[in-house]
């Protein structure tokens, strides 16, 4: 660990800490070589050295064998006379010097041998001078077969020279010294072998620590870079899993001074600069939501009111002409209010607020209500609607059946806008039926003005209108397109289109939905014919927080349209007190009222006591899934927006009175 801190002290950079992770255990490896090659010279020198003894020795005996030779020939001939004794003398005689010079360069290195082979030499030549030599002189002037008084003096002579025995001691300091030089030279053998063997062990430990202190190190240095990558690398990584689940305060921390470092510190600054873009983002969509929201809000409030009033008038006694002017302004209104739920629904895609609902629906129904819808435009301009349903697709799918009919709404409104005459084609086809999904194709076909083939990718985009003179000429925002498409893609299908100028145009959509076994209770809402059956299939005693005066007169109205007769309380502060005095069955609330808003009195309402499954359904003009959000957090069990639909109330009651209440929607 203290290891680690001081390499971590040392601030390397990457490359640095690998280089030296490669260099130390290179360099120890480079110095065990080193020291295997010195010792492997050590023990070459030493082998040397041994083989140089052997031959010094070796020679010291051949010199030994010199002087046996000259002496046993010298005696030889002495005792016979015979000269062939001679011949080895004087062989051993003339090569003695040469040998004598041989040995002496062999052991030039070691005075204390030279100078035992000078005293050998020199007594040689003094056992040559003084003995050998005298010895065969005098023996050669005997002869052998007739002794003369001089062969006897000769004879005597040489008698008293090995009497003397000069010679012998000669021989024997010679033999004496040769001792000594061989002795010399084992002891210096034997110091040279156990110093060979010492070089040997020494290579031995070399070999085993060095190796061991280079797996040591080359393993401690590995396992310190690996951690300290590996650390760094899993703090990226951990950083980056934060970041991408949207924690921006996580920053990288690495305490070195390297390129992680650097990366660490260039990652914190790339994530710092994303949340204040994010945060920028956001908050710049929140402020536009919240426009967004207060605008359909103030819009919707008096749209409300008129189209409200628009009805209550339908219902009084007016001329033709009357009636004229207030389809006018209804189709206006229906107009202007289609215009604030495509800029509310574009947004609400954008920001990925859009809920898609998942209930059984009747396709055919579904298909049929759409086409009702458009009767009336289709039939003013002489076009005919022709629906083509297959047989083999199922009656009850799963999905929006709300916003399915939206697209379809937008397609064929289109179909019939910018067709002049002929027949809109509306055919379903199946297209794969499997484990309770049913995968199935939606044509739209009319034989119009046709789009360019150029225009045709400008279709799916926000804003788009192929030709503005198009919009001049039959009106629009240019956005029903990008949300069907957008819807379409949020259902999991497609939509795609191909057109032909002055021919006509087919758009095409593909969606997989869920196939449903039954309708549920709160699904049959769209089998109710007769709007005055409600009140007597429900009898409910239903309260109406409402602030607005003329909200209160539509609601009323809109509510004895189903046969109840409602209450209305004029502020939450006044809707609480209503429930504490009266039995109610249901309540429609608003949002934004003086006194005490819709939600808090709804708090306030599941706070009574026996009060606590009161169903409340939001009913305002704040239609933003945030504000839905809300209501439903307070305890609300259903959500009308404003206009109010006379539809959608029929739809929360049944929803709610005909089954269970569930809190959420
Ligand atoms: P808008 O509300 O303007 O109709 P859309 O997104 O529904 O917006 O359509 C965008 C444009 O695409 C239209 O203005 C029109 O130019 C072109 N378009 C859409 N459907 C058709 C069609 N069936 N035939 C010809 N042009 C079409």
């Known amino acids: 660990m203290k290891a680690y801190s001081i390499l971590n002290h040392l601030n390397l950079s990457i490359r640095q800490k690998i280089t030296f992770a490669f260099a130390i255990p290179l360099l120890l490896m480079t110095l065990v070589a080193a020291l295997l090659y010195v010792s492997s010279n050590r023990q070459n020198e030493t082998a040397k050295w041994v083989e140089h003894t052997h031959q010094v020795i070796s020679q010291a005996n051949q010199l030994l064998r010199l002087l046996i030779d000259m002496e046993t020939g010298q005696r030889g001939y002495v005792i016979t006379g015979n000269e062939v004794f001679l011949e080895p003398f004087y062989k051993a005689k003339k090569v003695w010097s040469s040998e004598i010079d041989s040995l002496s360069r062999l052991v030039s290195d070691n005075p204390e041998q030279v100078e035992r082979l000078v005293k050998i030499d020199l007594l040689q030549k003094e056992w040559l001078a003084k003995a050998a030599q005298k010895a065969i002189n005098a023996r050669a002037k005997v002869t052998t077969s007739d002794l003369t008084t001089s062969d006897l003096t000769s004879m005597n002579t040489v008698i008293s020279m090995i009497d003397a025995q000069t010679g012998k001691v000669i021989i024997d300091i010679i033999r004496q010294i040769k001792s000594q ?27 085993v620590f060095g190796t061991v202190a280079i797996l040591l190190l080359a393993g401690f240095l590995s396992v310190y870079i690996y951690r300290y990558i590996a650390k760094s690398l899993e703090k990226l990584v951990t950083t980056t899993k934060q970041i991408a689940s949207g924690d921006f305060d996580h920053s990288v921390i690495i305490n070195s001074n390297d390129e992680f470092f650097t990366l660490g510190q260039n990652f914190n600054l790339m994530s710092q600069s994303l949340k204040e873009s994010i945060e920028a983002m956001e908050s710049a ?40 002017y207030i389809q006018s302004i209804r189709s206006c209104g229906d107009g202007l209010l289609v215009v604030i739920n495509d800029i509310l629904d574009i ?60 697209i379809l709404l937008n397609l064929l409104s ?179 009222m003086p006194e005490m808003d819709g939600v808090t009195a709804t708090k306030e309402i599941l706070k009574l006591a026996g009060k606590e499954n009161m169903p409340i359904v939001a009913m305002t003009a704040n239609v933003l899934a945030d504000d839905k959000q809300r209501c439903f957090e307070a305890g609300m ?29």
């Open 181 to 207: 030089f061989i002795q010399a030279e084992e002891t210096l053998l034997s110091a040279r072998k156990v110093s060979a063997e010492q070089a040997i062990d020494s290579v031995k430990l070399i070999v």
């Open 414 to 592: 289109n179909a019939i806008k910018f067709t002049n005459k002929g027949t809109v084609k509306l055919n379903l086809s199946l297209h794969s039926l499997s484990e309770g999904d049913c995968s199935f194709t939606i044509e739209v076909i009319d034989q119009g003005i046709g789009i360019a083939a150029d225009d045709l990718d400008k279709l799916f985009k926000p804003f788009s209108q192929v030709d503005t003179s198009t919009t001049r000429l039959y009106g629009g925002t240019g956005l029903g397109l990008i949300i069907c498409a957008q819807l379409i893609k949020q259902m999991g299908g497609k939509i795609s289109v191909t057109s032909e100028e002055g021919q006509g145009s087919t758009f095409s959509l593909t969606l997989n939905l869920a196939v449903a076994e039954k309708l549920l209770n709160n699904e049959q809402n769209t089998l109710i014919n007769n709007k005055l059956e409600l009140s007597s299939q429900f009898p409910l005693t239903i309260l109406v927080a409402e602030d607005n005066n003329i909200n209160q007169i539509i609601a009323k109205k809109l509510f004895s349209k189903l046969g109840y007769q409602v209450d209305i309380a004029v502020n939450g502060k006044l809707a609480v007190t209503a429930v504490k005095n009266k039995d109610y069955d249901m309540i429609f609330m608003d949002m934004q």
């Open 347 to 406: 947004s609400k895609l954008e920001a990925g607020k859009l809920e898609l609902e998942q209930r059984a629906f009747e396709l055919r129904l579904m298909v049929n209500e759409t086409c009702y819808l458009l009767d009336g435009m289709a039939s003013q301009k002489g076009i005919t609607i022709s629906i083509l349903i297959d047989d083999k697709l199922p009656k009850l799918l799963v999905g929006d059946r709300l916003r399915i009919r939206q």
């Open 285 to 324: 969509v929140k402020v536009k939501t919240e426009f967004l929201a207060n605008m359909s809000h103030e819009i919707r409030t008096p749209m409300n009111g008129i189209l409200g009033m628009l009805t209550l008038l339908e219902d009084t006694n007016l001329s033709k002409q009357q009636l004229e």
């Open 637 to 665: 069990v259903g959500f009308v927006g404003k206009p109010i639909n006379i539809d959608n109330i029929i739809d929360e009651i049944i929803r709610l009175k005909g089954s269970k209440i569930t809190n959420g929607a």
